[in-house]
């Protein structure tokens, strides 16, 4: 009979530290950078794309939107399979997937191969990426583990926002006619290094996953794709012009509940769910650390799109002059990420609390002085003000996820982090859908606040949770 999820996990007095784990936590940090740098580094390659395959706006965003919507659909059921036939299994096939389908895209003679590729190249990512939160869990515990989830916010930081910028390198070294295709075969070697460390460091199959009932809640995956696929094809659909399936939200809390009650229902007949739904009312650190992350990734992704669209549509400038305007954010969480996962186990929520605030600060600063300026003066107040709001994102990811995935058991990390990731990624989505809106309606400082708006309320979040339980209670535990 499956142990349901938010009970201790019996082992975990036993701990023994794996003498290799900062290695595997190397390698592991190396994969999901390519994964989750695949998201946005295609953004400033889509004119060129659309170029180069002659096709239509429309059908070139299918490029990005497809990548996030499989990406999204496929990451709850990777971390469940990761829990329980392995995570370095998980990582082989879904890296393997993640090499082939790159390469395709990189040579693919028309839109509809490129689409169909990057489909296949998100699903793999899905995949891939929950064995990075699974591993964390999985080989270290109390402070170490705060370092751990630090590193790995460093990396979804610095991949969000160094994605306009390697692309924007590539294509000027490689050239605009073929530059793109370049942009998914340099996954190619890359993987293929990874690959062969992934099969030498990482753990086959460690003693307290082989536990209980290691089948995919077949029924589960399918009633949680369809409430993620009701939320993220409307809205892929919405940003290209297409307004009819707008309604197909109206089926994505219908379709939340049937997934919430079948979980439900596999847990009384001993089985083991696809999540454990009772993590949300047993941990509530769990649920308010969900809806965190979800907020800021709705206020926080769109960001990047808007000011790069300005930058080129309006202002004129290329795509690695755009990248390198936006490589400030990203060198203010590479320097606030570590220092928070090391600080965390001792702040707690507060941290969290301290950096969105930081964080919308320099928002709201880059839409009151950036917006309306060109020029010199451009860059004198917009690279101070994306270097203030990425020290304090650089501080929310990584305490986020080290607070949420706390007390949840080891052997559930995997499909925990994953729920954890796939909210981030619907809030991504709607966020960009949204600020792209406001901003083709109102411009670029009213896109802006509505993200510090946005991210105000993961900030309310973060307060709820702070005044809500004493600080031990949000300090990692060596869960």
């Not at 939107?65 to 096939?93: C, I, K, N, P, Q």
């Amino acid at each position: 009979m499956a142990t349901p999820a938010h009970e201790p996990a019996p082992a975990a007095e036993e701990f023994t530290p794996d003498p290799r784990r900062w290695q595997v936590l190397a390698v592991v940090l190396a994969v999901g950078f390519m994964a989750l740098l695949d998201v946005t580094i295609v953004n400033v390659a889509l004119p060129t794309m659309r170029e180069g395959l002659d096709a239509s706006t429309g059908s070139v965003q299918w490029v990005v939107s497809g990548y996030a919507l499989a990406f999204g659909l496929t990451l709850v059921s990777g971390g469940r399979l990761g829990d329980a036939h392995g995570r370095r299994r998980l990582m082989l096939v879904g890296l393997a997937g993640f090499i082939v389908s790159s390469a395709l895209v990189g040579f693919a003679p028309s839109i509809e191969l490129a689409v169909v590729a990057r489909l296949a190249q998100g699903a793999s990512a899905g995949l891939l990426t929950p064995q990075s939160s699974g591993l964390i869990q999985q080989l270290f515990r109390g402070p170490e583990r705060g370092r751990a989830f630090g590193l790995f916010g460093l990396t979804v930081a610095i991949a969000s926002a160094a994605g306009p910028v390697i692309g924007g390198v590539i294509i000027a070294l490689a050239g605009p006619e073929n530059g793109w295709r370049w942009l998914f075969l340099v996954n190619v070697p890359l993987g293929l290094v990874a690959l062969v460390a992934i099969a030498r460091l990482v753990p086959a199959h460690p003693a307290e996953e082989q536990q209980g009932d290691t089948r995919l809640d077949g029924v589960g995956a399918v009633l949680l794709g369809a409430a993620v696929l009701a939320v993220l094809f409307p809205v892929v659909q919405a940003e290209n012009g297409a307004r009819l399936p707008l309604l197909l939200l109206l089926l994505a809390p219908v379709l939340g509940w049937a997934f919430v009650r079948w979980e439900h229902r596999v847990l009384a007949r001993g089985h083991a769910p696809l999540l454990d739904v009772a993590l949300l009312r047993s941990l509530p650190g769990y649920g308010i650390g969900m809806a965190i992350g979800s907020l800021y990734f709705c206020g926080f992704t769109g960001i990047f799109l808007v000011v790069s669209v300005h930058l080129q549509d309006d202002l004129g400038l290329s795509a690695l002059e755009t990248g390198l305007l936006l490589t400030p954010f990203a060198l203010g969480a590479a320097v606030t990420s570590p220092v928070a996962g090391r600080l965390v186990s001792t702040v707690g929520r507060p941290l969290t609390v301290i950096a969105l605030v930081v964080m919308m600060t320099g928002t709201a600063l880059t839409a009151w002085l950036a917006a309306d300026r060109s020029g010199p003066g451009l860059v004198w107040v917009l690279v101070p003000c994306l270097l203030l709001a990425g020290l304090g994102s650089g501080a929310v990811v990584s305490p986020n996820f080290t607070l949420t995935l706390a007390e949840v058991p080891p052997r559930m990390g995997g499909a925990a982090g994953a729920a954890l990731q796939t909210g981030q990624r619907i809030g991504a989505s709607l966020g960009a859908a949204l600020l792209v809106t406001v901003y083709q309606l109102a411009g670029l400082r009213s896109a802006l606040l509505v993200a510090v708006g946005v991210i105000g309320l993961a900030l309310v979040a973060a307060v709820v949770s702070w005044r809500a339980a004493p600080r031990a209670a949000t300090t990692p535990s060596g869960a």
